[in-house]
């Protein structure tokens, strides 16, 4: 499987580089905001996007809109969304996106149990939808 890490936080974004390549996660492309990582998806092609929902340059829900983005112009890309935040609403928004595909949105406390993310990576990458059992919303499958 082939990954770009969008991530803000230098040190989160190499920690989580280290922590898939070493379970065997093809790291194709690194990105720190929005425009670099739509430019690295739109190099590197690949299966899986992990994206931090809280990006430059309010650190809010900007990953959100890149997700947007990239499920507009790579639909068959899968996006992983990590955030501090058990926002339902973030979550509403991530699998609402059109054109429907393959998603998940996970708690960044999952990056204490590293192969408890890899596994919901996989789902995300076997397109599946995977929500952090944490969060509470209305949708479907978790």
Request: charged residues 25%; neutral net charge.
């Amino acid at each position: 499987m082939r990954i770009v890490v969008v991530e803000a936080t230098p040190s989160l974004r190499e920690a989580l580089v280290r922590l898939f390549a070493e379970r065997g996660i093809e790291v194709v492309g690194t990105a720190a905001g929005h425009q670099e990582g739509l430019r690295e998806v739109g190099r590197a092609r690949p299966d899986v996007v992990v994206i931090d929902v809280s990006l430059p340059p309010d650190h809010t829900d900007e990953g959100l809109g890149t997700a947007r983005a990239i499920r507009s112009r790579h639909p068959a890309v899968g996006l992983l969304v990590l955030s501090s935040r058990a926002e339902a609403g973030y979550v509403h928004r991530l699998v609402g996106l059109d054109p429907p595909g393959s998603a998940g949105y996970v708690l960044k406390e999952r990056l204490g149990d590293p192969d408890d993310l890899v596994a919901i990576l996989r789902r995300v990458h076997a397109g599946e939808i995977v929500i952090d059992p944490h969060i509470r919303w209305s949708g479907g499958p978790r």
